[in-house]
């Protein structure tokens, strides 16, 4: 069982920057991490992801202004958010993805980004 605790959301600026972190509990080198965002009334879209490997992925909509990163020693992953747009205004989700089986999915509560001058 995992469970995962968000921090880090908040008003920003237009062009500014927010980092978001994400606590995790138990076997958490063995998950793969993400990141999701959501608007009321549109689609949960997928931001950033991170396996246990460390291989990323990110949405064509944040390349290169967004960088996810994960420390198994303090059991947290972390989402860097740069030059922030209106656009990226949302719930932020942090999620873990079991690697082995069985594979299993955990949401944390979220934390809204709120980008507006």
């Known amino acids: 069982q995992v469970q995962l605790v968000e921090s880090g959301g908040g008003l920003v600026q237009p062009g500014g920057s927010l980092k978001l972190s994400c606590a995790a509990s138990?076997?958490?080198?063995?998950?793969?991490m993400g990141w999701y965002r959501q608007v009321p009334g549109r689609q949960r879209e997928l931001v950033a992801g991170?396996?246990?490997?460390?291989?990323?992925n990110y949405a064509d909509s944040v390349k290169g202004r967004v960088t996810i990163s994960r420390d198994n020693a303090k059991n947290t992953v972390y989402l860097q958010m740069n030059s922030l747009q209106p656009e990226d205004t949302a719930v932020y989700y942090c999620?873990?993805?079991?690697?082995?089986?069985?594979?299993?999915?955990?949401w944390g509560q979220g934390t809204q980004v709120t980008v507006s001058s």
């Open positions: 999620t873990a993805q079991r690697e082995r089986w069985p594979r299993q999915d955990y």
């Open positions: 138990g076997t958490f080198s063995i998950y793969t």
């Open positions: 991170i396996t246990s490997g460390g291989s990323t």
